[in-house]
């Protein structure tokens, strides 16, 4: 359906910022930026701690999603950053209260810093049943389908998998052992292998093959241990023996995690293709859709992820670096870095037929919190008439000793073909 549109809206009863939309629509879902303990009356952060900026920050996310006439059980995947990972259970006790029946699919990870010095950052993902067809309502009638498997961990803070529309949206796993609800023994090579078997063991349970998967988020509490992670995660990617011919790879960012629940090293998001859809859409054959991994020589490549794997209406574009893929040189300074990383960005969506216009969604990973205006600076010349959501953090390090780093969610309107 190629007429689906970017829907960009903002209310006057959340914060506001020029750099982002608060909401950005596409299709069958609601990409919301990430939301501070700011009270928009003011524009000033609450008074108090991590609990009250908290219950800001989801007061904050259900005024954007009530303004857009939905509702907070609309929410298939909330991802929590905090300042501190020992704050998570003060702030899990504030999230509870907004899901008193339904609880979504969940990320939490400690990161160095955070916009204005907040305590927690909270993002939402939020079904779009109408879609954005700009005359009438796609299918409002969807539902979300909600999993869970013994053979996976489980908590009643999270579902382990929400599925709308053509999407699964898994829970981010750490290397628990389900069994004995504990950290396996061993280092990050054991708990990598755990987090990705938790990860199979979850889509097994749906019916859904682990090379459906079209994104994947690495958080590392050690970036050193990067070498490690990657030697096991490269035996689980690609998974079956098509995927092998293709060597079809995941679309993946890697974040450095200041750190984790239950003390983890590593924890793994996954988000997966949906084939079939969810009711009442026509069921389609598993793999009616097709993924669409691609590549282009006009930007940097790596030999772990594809740069954009496309999936319906969707595009899921890997972890940009400030490198010429020319020379193959980091730029120097983090505007020049951002400048370049969002070039190839736009190199990567252009190579498959799209402009940045179509990018509803743009993660910004600093290693200094600090340069957050200088990246801004080079941010709003790459996107001049259009404003996505967005979410900033500090990391502290990034991979490759880069100062930024940005992923990005793009819409695919003419969605992927059925297989012939």
Do not use: W
Request: aromatic share 4%; hydrophobic share 45%; net charge negative.
């Amino acid at each position: 359906m190629a007429d689906n549109v970017v829907v960009a809206r903002n209310t006057e009863n959340a914060p506001k910022c020029p750099m982002c939309s608060q909401t950005v629509a596409f299709s069958h879902y609601n990409n919301l930026s990430a939301q501070l303990g700011i009270d928009p009356a003011t524009g000033a952060m609450v008074e108090g701690g991590v609990k009250e900026q908290a219950a800001q920050a989801m007061r904050n996310i259900k005024a954007v999603v009530e303004s857009i006439d939905h509702v907070m059980t609309d929410v298939v995947r909330l991802s929590v950053f905090l300042a501190d990972i020992e704050d998570m259970d003060a702030v899990d006790e504030v999230v509870a209260g907004f899901f008193p029946t339904y609880v979504p699919a969940k990320t939490v990870a400690g990161v160095a810093a955070l916009p204005m010095g907040a305590a927690v950052a909270i993002e939402a993902l939020i079904t779009n049943g109408e879609g954005t067809q700009p005359n009438e309502p796609q299918a409002g009638d969807l539902i979300k389908l909600t999993n869970a498997t013994a053979n996976a961990p489980q908590s009643a803070l999270s579902t382990q998998t929400v599925a709308f529309s053509h999407y699964n949206n898994i829970t981010a796993q750490t290397g628990i052992d389900p069994v004995t609800g504990r950290l396996v023994p061993g280092g990050v090579k054991e708990q990598t292998a755990q987090a990705l078997k938790n990860i199979k063991a979850i889509l097994a349970s749906i019916d859904v093959p682990f090379d459906d998967i079209v994104k994947v988020t690495v958080f590392l509490k050690n970036l050193d241990d990067a070498c490690a992670m990657n030697e096991v995660y490269k035996t689980f990617f690609p998974d079956s023996g098509i995927a092998r011919a293709v060597n079809y790879l995941p679309a993946r960012t890697i974040v450095p995690a200041a750190g984790l629940p239950g003390h983890a090293l590593v924890q793994i998001e996954a988000v997966c293709s949906h084939g079939d859809g969810t009711p009442p859409q026509e069921i389609e054959a598993r793999h009616g859709l097709i993924i669409e991994a691609a590549n282009t020589d006009a930007a940097p490549a790596a030999c772990t992820a594809t740069q954009s794997v496309a999936f319906s209406h969707y595009n899921n574009i890997s972890g940009q670096f400030g490198i010429d893929p020319a020379t193959g040189e980091m730029a120097q300074g983090a505007k020049a870095q951002a400048a370049q990383a969002l070039k190839n960005i736009k190199a990567i969506i252009e190579s498959v037929d799209h402009s940045m216009d179509d990018i509803v969604k743009v993660n910004i990973f600093l290693a200094d919190i600090n340069d957050a205006a200088a990246v801004d600076e080079a941010y709003a010349e790459a996107f001049p008439g259009c404003i996505p959501a967005r979410k900033v953090v500090g990391c502290g390090v990034l991979p490759k000793g880069a100062a930024v780093m940005i992923d990005a969610i793009a819409g695919n309107a003419e969605g992927t073909p059925p297989v012939c």
